[in-house]
Nanobody
Framework: QVQLVESGGGSVQAGGSLRLSCAAAGDGIANKCMGWFRQAPGKEREGVAAIWSSTITTSYSDSVKGRFAISQDNAKNTVYLQMNSLKPDDTAMYYC??????????????????????WGQGTQVTVSS
């Protein structure tokens, strides 16, 4: 079992930056696929980025590639999402998610919701123009 708690959301103007944190309690992040997802009102939840904790292999959605960076601190059992050059379209609730140990990670289907078994409550990000 993994309990995930996100923090770091807030309101920022377009072009600004935020860093989200996801603290994992319980089994931690070791040997798990960790992901960030977001959901805007009226839209489906979509993958933003994922990282395989063992090899630090990362995946990104095309909409955030080059602007966002996912990273992890194994000692702190924390995953981060550094978000730069934010746009109003980035406004959404951001969720942290974890897969089962040694589960699938990366590849074409890296953002499949079914790969992620544990979810946080989310942190709101609002970007104004």
């Amino acid at each position: 079992q993994v309990q995930l708690v996100e923090s770091g959301g807030g309101s920022v103007q377009a072009g600004g930056s935020l860093r989200l944190s996801c603290a994992a309690a319980g089994d931690g992040i070791a040997n798990k696929c960790m992901g960030w997802f977001r959901q805007a009102p009226g839209k489906e939840r979509e993958g933003v980025a994922a990282i395989w904790s063992s090899t630090i292999t990362t995946s990104y959605s095309d909409s955030v590639k080059g602007r966002f960076a996912i990273s992890q601190d194994n000692a702190k059992n924390t995953v981060y999402l550094q978000m730069n050059s934010l746009k109003p379209d980035d406004t959404a609730m951001y969720y942290c998610a974890a897969g089962l140990p040694y589960g699938l990670c990366g590849g074409i289907n890296w953002s499949a919701l079914s790969r992620f078994k544990f979810w946080g409550q989310g942190t709101q990000v609002t970007v104004s123009s």
